[in-house]
Nanobody, 126 residues
Framework: QLQLVESGGGLVQPGGSLRLSCAASGVTSDYYAIGWFRQAPGKEREGVSCISSSGGSTNYADSVKGRFTISRDNAKNTVYLQMNSLKPEDTAVYYC???????????????????WGQGTLVTVSS
C-alpha cells in the first residue's frame, strides 16, 4: 500500500520561500500522479499543484502560478513543492495525495482521492 509523508513546513516571513517534500513508500510511486493540496483554518481543502507520474505534465492553481514549482525525483520516490514569494494567504496545512489519474488530481477535488499524507503546516507571517 502506498504511503505518503510530507515534510518541510514551518514559519516564514512574507516574501520568503519554503520547499515541501512528499516521500512515498510501500509500493513504487512511479505509476502515480502526485498532487499538493492545502487547507486553511475554516476553509475547504483546495488543490494547489499536481504532477504526472513521469513528471512531464504539471498543473497549478491560479493563485500560485508563477510562485510555486512542483517537481519529482522518481529515483528517490519524492515529489517537491518549491514555494517562493509566499503570502500570508498561503498559510495552511499542506497535504500531498496520490492517484493513478493526473486528470483527477488536476481537478483539485479532494473528495475523490483516497491516498493522503498527514500534512505539514506552513505559516506565512511577519
Amino acid at each position: 500500500q502506498l504511503q505518503l509523508v510530507e515534510s518541510g513546513g514551518g514559519l516564514v516571513q512574507p516574501g520568503g520561500s519554503l520547499r515541501l517534500s512528499c516521500a512515498a513508500s510501500g509500493v513504487t510511486s512511479d505509476y502515480y500522479a502526485i498532487g499538493w493540496f492545502r487547507q486553511a483554518p475554516g476553509k475547504e481543502r483546495e488543490g494547489v499543484s499536481c504532477i504526472s507520474s513521469s513528471g512531464g505534465s504539471t498543473n497549478y492553481a491560479d493563485s500560485v502560478k508563477g510562485r510555486f514549482t512542483i517537481s519529482r525525483d522518481n529515483a528517490k520516490n519524492t515529489v517537491y513543492l518549491q514555494m517562493n514569494s509566499l503570502k500570508p494567504e498561503d498559510t495552511a496545512v499542506y497535504y500531498c495525495a496520490a492517484d493513478p489519474s493526473f486528470d483527477l488530481l488536476a481537478q483539485g477535488d479532494y473528495r475523490y482521492l483516497e491516498v493522503w499524507g498527514q500534512g505539514t503546516l506552513v505559516t506565512v507571517s511577519s
